[in-house]
């Protein structure tokens, strides 16, 4: 299944004052919107945008679709799921633009949720005390049982929301109203009081202050695994089957350079190894493909609050040559762990003959993981 975000920058924005739109102001030395952006990296992305900003938006040069926004939000987000249709979205989130914090704890939980409900979003409980008022008095109270403060990004299964946005006459407040129109249940889950909505110009102060105060959490770990030769007509390396005059042996189909990175996914969360989550003695995981490893593994870790910085894979080998592969086994790497190519590497190198893969009775690999908290 293929998740997608939809990033809202078409509105205006101007009660946060400065002469853009909100969505565009500088924070932490980039537009408010690239924050925004760069919590769905790895998933394909579409930014909708008023004509006006077209030129921000192109000049931000980033794997994103750009499509025009509507006269309203709904209208907005309307377009950028038509334009996701057809490419095979299985799942869509959709986020405001001027929400620049948004963790990849929150973004795990609403796709997650997804698993059992047509919809899901994010929200805090109200715990303040709430007045109704007038002319600047207090003219009553409102009970605050039951009631939740919206957040981004909301989630939907692509094909439901598409076809609650179609028969949708016009504007709402936001598309969890969209979706509860066409009868569509939505759940909520945890939201975060980072993952605020910058609104007033008193809103940035706030945010540079959080990004200042956030303090950098980096996790490295390393995987190493190797797999001997058995007879076969190719080997599965990174998530792509090179042709080779043997196969390896393994209790799953023995990609010996996922189950290292996956391995060093796991040491940099101090999580063990592939054998303690999925246990070789278990015969549902004889002949398994690797990914279903790599994706658990890529899964804790945002659940965790975390995201991959970078990592690298080394083949150890004589033969097959790795080289004519190695940029499809990046592109591999990268869709399943769902993140920007450029921070997916693997090369391979040769142990001189030396060795059992050195005499070729066999592949190793390593791997570097490195993790940041979000």
Same mark, same amino acid.
């Given at each position: 299944?293929?998740?997608?975000?939809?990033?809202?920058?078409?509105? *205006? $924005?101007?009660?946060?004052?400065?002469?853009?739109?909100?969505q565009?102001?500088?924070?932490?030395?980039?537009?408010?919107?690239?924050?925004?952006?760069?919590?769905?990296?790895?998933?394909?992305?579409?930014l909708?945008v008023? =004509?006006?900003?077209?030129?921000?938006?192109?000049?931000?040069?980033?794997d994103?679709?750009?499509v025009?926004?509507?006269?309203?939000r709904?209208?907005?987000?309307?377009?950028?799921?038509?334009?996701?249709a057809?490419?095979?979205?299985?799942?869509?989130?959709i986020?405001?633009?001027a929400?620049?914090?948004v963790?990849?704890a929150?973004?795990?939980?609403?796709?997650?949720?997804?698993?059992?409900?047509?919809?899901?979003?994010?929200?805090?409980p109200?715990?303040?005390a709430?007045?109704?008022?007038?002319?600047?008095?207090? +003219?009553? +109270?409102?009970?605050?049982?039951?009631?939740?403060?919206?957040? %981004?990004?909301?989630?939907?299964?692509?094909d439901?929301?598409?076809a609650?946005?179609?028969?949708? =006459?016009?504007?709402a407040?936001?598309?969890?109203?969209?979706a *509860?129109?066409?009868?569509?249940?939505?759940?909520?889950?945890?939201?975060?009081e980072?993952?605020?909505?910058l609104?007033?110009?008193?809103d940035?102060?706030?945010?540079?202050?959080?990004?200042?105060?956030? *303090?950098?959490d980096?996790?490295?770990g390393?995987?190493?695994?190797?797999?001997?030769?058995?007879?076969?007509d190719?080997?599965?390396l990174c998530?792509v089957?090179? =042709?080779h005059?043997?196969?390896?042996?393994?209790?799953?189909?023995?990609?010996?350079?996922?189950h290292?990175?996956?391995?060093?996914?796991?040491?940099?969360l101090?999580?063990?190894d592939?054998?303690?989550?999925?246990?070789?003695?278990?015969?549902q995981?004889?002949?398994?493909?690797?990914?279903?490893?790599?994706r658990h593994?890529m899964?804790?870790?945002r659940?965790?609050g975390?995201?991959?910085?970078?990592c690298?894979v %080394?083949?150890?080998?004589?033969?097959?040559?790795?080289?004519p592969?190695?940029?499809?086994?990046?592109?591999?790497l990268?869709?399943?762990?769902?993140v920007?190519?450029?921070r997916?590497?693997?090369?391979? +190198? %040769?142990?001189?003959?030396l060795g059992?893969?050195?005499? !070729? !009775? $066999?592949i190793?690999?390593?791997? +570097?993981?490195?993790?940041?908290?979000?």
């Amino acid at each position: 299944m293929t998740t997608a975000a939809i990033i809202t920058a078409a509105g *205006r $924005g101007l009660r946060a004052g400065g002469d853009l739109p909100k969505q565009w102001q500088m924070l932490a030395g980039q537009p408010v919107v690239a924050h925004a952006l760069a919590a769905f990296a790895g998933m394909p992305r579409v930014l909708t945008v008023h =004509p006006d900003d077209q030129a921000l938006a192109e000049a931000l040069r980033l794997d994103i679709k750009i499509v025009p926004g509507g006269a309203t939000r709904s209208a907005s987000v309307k377009n950028a799921l038509e334009a996701l249709a057809g490419q095979g979205i299985s799942k869509v989130l959709i986020h405001d633009g001027a929400r620049p914090m948004v963790s990849a704890a929150v973004i795990a939980r609403v796709i997650e949720a997804l698993d059992q409900a047509a919809g899901a979003a994010p929200a805090l409980p109200v715990s303040d005390a709430l007045w109704r008022g007038a002319d600047g008095r207090v +003219t009553g +109270t409102q009970d605050r049982s039951g009631l939740y403060r919206a957040q %981004t990004p909301q989630g939907f299964r692509y094909d439901a929301i598409l076809a609650a946005h179609r028969a949708h =006459p016009g504007d709402a407040a936001d598309d969890v109203a969209v979706a *509860r129109a066409a009868g569509l249940d939505v759940t909520i889950v945890a939201g975060d009081e980072d993952n605020l909505k910058l609104t007033f110009p008193d809103d940035f102060a706030r945010a540079e202050a959080i990004l200042r105060g956030r *303090r950098m959490d980096l996790r490295v770990g390393n995987g190493f695994d190797v797999h001997a030769f058995c007879d076969g007509d190719g080997v599965w390396l990174c998530g792509v089957k090179v =042709p080779h005059g043997k196969a390896l042996l393994g209790h799953s189909d023995a990609d010996v350079g996922m189950h290292a990175l996956t391995d060093a996914i796991y040491g940099a969360l101090a999580e063990g190894d592939i054998g303690r989550h999925f246990p070789p003695s278990d015969p549902q995981w004889k002949g398994a493909e690797s990914h279903i490893f790599l994706r658990h593994a890529m899964r804790l870790a945002r659940a965790k609050g975390f995201e991959l910085a970078n990592c690298d894979v %080394t083949l150890i080998c004589e033969r097959p040559k790795v080289g004519p592969h190695a940029e499809a086994m990046r592109a591999a790497l990268a869709a399943i762990l769902q993140v920007d190519l450029e921070r997916v590497s693997v090369k391979a +190198t %040769t142990s001189e003959r030396l060795g059992f893969t050195g005499r !070729e !009775e $066999g592949i190793a690999a390593m791997a +570097t993981a490195a993790l940041v908290r979000t």
